[in-house]
Nanobody
């Protein structure tokens, strides 16, 4: 499985950003996807997760009301839209894919992409 994340960059606080992740290698519609972030010196955090049919989503408390995870099964792509960005959102954001039980752990995935850097300046 290959996961190619894109869309990161340098943003101003209060701005919006949409990350994209294109997946290949196994049937997209049979997998959950998640966005996980890791900031220097901090633990990995599951930002959002979406199940295989898009009917179940999870958001970290830190992102509730500011993020939307979605998927387009026709394009094999998962998105993370983030609004009202804060400097504490600065991190490397990883796209992950898995078929394990739906949990809120950032580790319950089978495959990981390389990540895209998001930097939010105040």
């Amino acid at each position: 499985v290959q996961l190619q994340a894109s869309g990161g960059g340098l943003m101003q606080a209060g701005g919006s950003l949409t990350l994209s992740c294109v997946a290949s290698g196994r049937t997209f519609g049979n997998s959950d996807f998640g966005w996980i972030r890791q900031a220097p010196g901090k633990e990995r955090e599951l930002v959002a997760r979406i199940n295989k049919n898009g009917g179940i989503t999870y958001y970290a408390l830190s992102m509730k009301g500011r993020a939307t995870i979605s998927r387009d099964n026709a394009k094999n792509t998962v998105y993370l839209q983030m609004n009202s960005l804060k400097p504490e959102d600065t991190a490397v954001y990883y796209c992950a894919e898995g078929r394990k039980r739906f949990t809120t752990s950032p580790y319950d995935f089978d495959y990981w992409g390389k990540g895209t850097q998001v930097t939010v300046s105040s």
